[in-house]
């Protein structure tokens, strides 16, 4: 696909690799090269698994461009929850591997998938906007809503606590924790055991079952992230 993400389709299956050598910091290349790779699952009518580098899944936007602030800023910002927004409302199954670390964005987008098996170890789950001095943005806000239990969410969105990846599966960040070796084969076998669905129903379904989370994501990218607005918001 492109130099940071990978594509790899067998049995239905689309594995789509994030892998820029270092973090997988989101930036407008790698958010370009995921959705090339969307559009190509989505014409191959293939179940996603969405997987990061060892260690790592994605440490969130890329710091540097958004310390710069202005349209650039806002354009990445934009970009990453209109992805996350994609990610939910894909028409067939969303599997991710988390292969270690997911902050901020790179949370955000573990919590769109709508299968999440994380490795075992000493790795951060958090949306640390509020540490960093970011009013959290609504489309996260509800990101984080639609998956976490009601005491983690305010734990997460108000106090940017961190979780590891057990203590993810009770919060919801995760649906399943394993050996870091075994990750990618794990989440592989729960993404072919989800081409037996119908997808025709599963797209229709996902569709009703998050109606509100994407309209208020949606209300959220174009009140707040739209043209006129500035990075960070108020």
């Not at 299956?13 to 930036?27: Q, R």
């Not at 970009?79 to 901020?104: D, I, K, N, Y």
């Not at 592989?188 to 081409?195: G, K, N, P, S, V």
Request: charge should be negative.
């Amino acid at each position: 696909m492109g130099s940071l993400v990978s594509y790899q389709l067998k049995d239905a299956v689309a594995t789509i690799t994030m892998d820029d050598g270092k973090v997988n910091a989101v930036s407008l290349q790698l958010l370009a090269e995921l959705g090339a790779a969307l559009d190509r699952a989505a014409a191959d009518s293939a179940v996603v698994l969405l997987e990061g580098r060892e260690g790592v899944f994605s440490a969130g936007f890329d710091l540097k461009a958004l310390a710069a602030g202005g349209e650039e800023a806002l354009t990445l910002v934009r970009g990453g929850f209109e992805l996350a927004e994609r990610l939910l409302s894909f028409p067939t199954p969303v599997v991710a591997a988390c292969t270690g670390h997911a902050v901020a964005m790179g949370a955000f987008l573990l919590l769109s998938a709508d299968y999440r098996v994380g490795a075992a170890g000493p790795y951060r789950l958090v949306a640390n906007e509020v540490a960093l001095g970011i009013t959290m943005p609504h489309a996260a806000v509800e990101i984080l809503r639609q998956r976490l239990t009601p005491a983690c969410f305010t734990r997460a969105v108000l106090l940017a606590e961190t979780f590891s990846p057990d203590d993810g599966v009770a919060a919801g960040f995760l649906d399943r924790v394993v050996e870091p070796a075994r990750v990618s084969d794990v989440a592989r076998e729960t993404a072919e055991a989800l081409t037996a669905l119908n997808m025709r129903a599963h797209a229709a379904t996902k569709a009703r079952a998050r109606r509100r989370t994407l309209e208020a994501m949606r209300a959220g990218i174009a009140g707040e992230l739209g043209p006129g607005a500035s990075w960070p918001p108020a």
